[in-house]
Nanobody, 127 residues
Framework: QLQLVESGGNLVQPGGSLRLSCADS????????IGWFRQAPGKEREGVSC????????KYAGSVKGRFTISRDNAKNTVYLQMNNLKPEDTAVYYC????????????????????WGQGTQVTVSS
């Protein structure tokens, strides 16, 4: 049973950086595909970035490609989302999710039920 906890959300100025963390207290994160999703007020949830269990297969939304980097440290049961050059439109609640069976591309594309979700962390980009 995965128990996902996000951290690292904050208020940051445009152009700034944040690093989000998704930790699993259950200790089995290393076997799962992990994704970062976000939802802004009045908007649908969207897949931001997803990473396979071995860390080599990654997927990014077009709006964040080149600015965000997903990585994982399975020894620490943690997945990271490094967010650089943040923009006001990146403002949202960011959630991490995990699934044993979905590929990163399938997970990030949406439309599939994902097994585990964290409770989210707020990212606000504003001057």
């Amino acid at each position: 049973q995965l128990q996902l906890v996000e951290s690292g959300g904050n208020l940051v100025q445009p152009g700034g950086s944040l690093r989000l963390s998704c930790a699993d207290s259950g200790g089995t994160l290393g076997y799962s595909t992990i994704g970062w999703f976000r939802q802004a007020p009045g908007k649908e949830r969207e897949g931001v970035s997803c990473i396979g269990s071995n860390g080599e297969d990654t997927k990014y939304a077009g709006s964040v490609k080149g600015r965000f980097t997903i990585s994982r440290d399975n020894a620490k049961n943690t997945v990271y989302l490094q967010m650089n050059n943040l923009k006001p439109e990146d403002t949202a609640v960011y959630y991490c999710a995990a699934d044993l069976w979905l590929s990163p591309a399938t997970m990030c594309s949406g439309g599939q039920t994902i097994s585990y979700w964290g409770q989210g962390t707020q990212v606000t980009v504003s001057s």
